[in-house]
Nanobody
């Protein structure tokens, strides 16, 4: 599966931004999807995940209420809507995919995912 993330950029604190991740898979509906982020000098951390159907989501505590993950299976795309951005959100954001035929909850560990996009940089200035 090839993943192409886009939508990053330089924004001010309080602004909103939407990231997109397009997948090449013909069976996108079999992919659990997630967003992770990596700030300079830090490990890659979980941000949000969504199940294959889009019916269940999970969020890291610091983004709950500000970020929304969604997917459009007809467009093979997953989105991350980010509102009320703060400087601590500055990072490279990666989308990830997990191929499965099982009905499983949203996965939150980097080791759960099979495929990764190239990352898109989000910089929030305060």
């Amino acid at each position: 599966v090839q993943l192409q993330a886009s939508g990053g950029g330089l924004v001010q604190a309080g602004d909103s931004l939407t990231l997109s991740c397009a997948a090449s898979a013909r069976t996108f509906s079999r992919l659990g999807m997630a967003w992770f982020r990596q700030a300079p000098g830090k490990e890659r951390d979980f941000v949000a995940a969504v199940t294959r159907s889009g019916g269940s989501t999970s969020y890291e505590d610091s983004v709950k209420g500000r970020f929304t993950i969604s997917r459009d299976n007809a467009k093979n795309t997953v989105y991350l809507q980010m509102n009320s951005l703060v400087s601590e959100d500055t990072a490279v954001y990666y989308c990830a995919a997990k191929s499965t035929i099982l009905t499983i909850p949203p996965l939150t560990a980097t080791t759960d995912y099979d495929s990764w996009g190239q990352g898109t940089l989000v910089t929030v200035s305060s």
